[in-house]
């Protein structure tokens, strides 16, 4: 499989916008999206040409791709998931993106970013229901429990999970710090989604 393996900074420059690839250093002055937000590339600080509206569902789509970690063909199989689901594809597709199994671990506070999420599930640290689930794109039910194995748990970023002040998650997940123990309460709705995305684009893209 393909493998991103340059700085993931360029990514938000190319972007615009904070995808949230490095955890908590995104909130802070060093990330590149405050000193430097032009594009990447020799040519990135040259006046902008105007965006095509191919081009703008495509960056949409690359937006969104890059946010969860995911190849071309796996986002593109995601997508053709949410469009045999009944309602509505785009609020459907961001729906199947935020039940990945590393983005609930993100979300849940488990991780600092998706990627390490996504490493720690690999690395089969991760327990669903009490079972080792080490697919970061497994999708995860209501009602199902992730925890962290036993052995596993005095990470730093879990120690500090633990012993700092409670984390506030979605309303669609439920967390126990002290137990490192999240539920998936309900399925998670468009307005839960705080990463900046214009879904309909992205339909529009596929639907060329």
């Given at each position: 499989?393909?493998?991103?393996?340059?700085?993931?900074?360029?990514?938000?420059?190319r972007?615009?916008?904070?995808?949230?690839?490095?955890?908590d250093?995104c909130?802070?002055?060093k990330?590149?999206?405050?000193?430097?937000?032009?594009?990447?590339?020799?040519h990135?600080?040259a006046?902008?040409?105007?965006?095509?509206e191919?081009g703008?569902?495509l960056?949409?789509?690359?937006?969104?791709?890059?946010a969860?970690?995911?190849?071309?063909?796996q986002?593109?199989r995601?997508?053709?998931r949410?469009t045999r689901?009944k309602?509505v594809?785009?609020?459907?597709?961001?729906?199947?993106?935020?039940?990945r199994?590393?983005?609930?671990?993100?979300r849940?506070?488990?991780?600092?970013?998706?990627p390490?999420?996504?490493?720690?599930v690999n690395?089969g640290?991760?327990?669903i229901?009490g079972?080792?689930?080490d697919?970061?794109?497994?999708?995860?039910a209501?009602?199902?429990?992730?925890?962290?194995?036993?052995r596993?748990?005095d990470?730093e970023?879990?120690k500090?999970?633990r012993?700092?002040p409670?984390?506030?998650?979605?309303k669609?997940?439920?967390?126990d710090?002290?137990?490192?123990?999240?539920?998936?309460a309900?399925?998670?709705?468009?307005?839960?989604i705080?990463?900046?995305?214009?879904?309909?684009?992205i339909?529009?893209?596929?639907s060329r």
């Amino acid at each position: 499989m393909a493998r991103y393996t340059d700085s993931v900074c360029r990514l938000c420059r190319r972007e615009g916008v904070k995808l949230f690839l490095k955890g908590d250093r995104c909130y802070g002055p060093k990330c590149a999206m405050n000193r430097r937000p032009n594009p990447p590339g020799q040519h990135g600080q040259a006046r902008q040409r105007k965006v095509s509206e191919y081009g703008m569902q495509l960056r949409e789509k690359q937006k969104a791709r890059r946010a969860y970690g995911m190849t071309e063909k796996q986002f593109a199989r995601t997508f053709d998931r949410a469009t045999r689901i009944k309602g509505v594809t785009g609020e459907n597709l961001l729906m199947l993106l935020e039940r990945r199994l590393d983005n609930v671990i993100y979300r849940l506070g488990l991780a600092p970013s998706r990627p390490m999420a996504r490493q720690m599930v690999n690395h089969g640290h991760i327990r669903i229901n009490g079972q080792k689930v080490d697919i970061a794109s497994y999708s995860v039910a209501v009602g199902e429990v992730i925890t962290v194995k036993e052995r596993s748990r005095d990470m730093e970023h879990l120690k500090a999970l633990r012993e700092g002040p409670a984390r506030i998650v979605p309303k669609w997940l439920s967390l126990d710090a002290e137990q490192l123990t999240g539920t998936i309460a309900a399925l998670p709705q468009r307005d839960d989604i705080d990463l900046s995305l214009e879904e309909q684009l992205i339909v529009e893209y596929y639907s060329r």
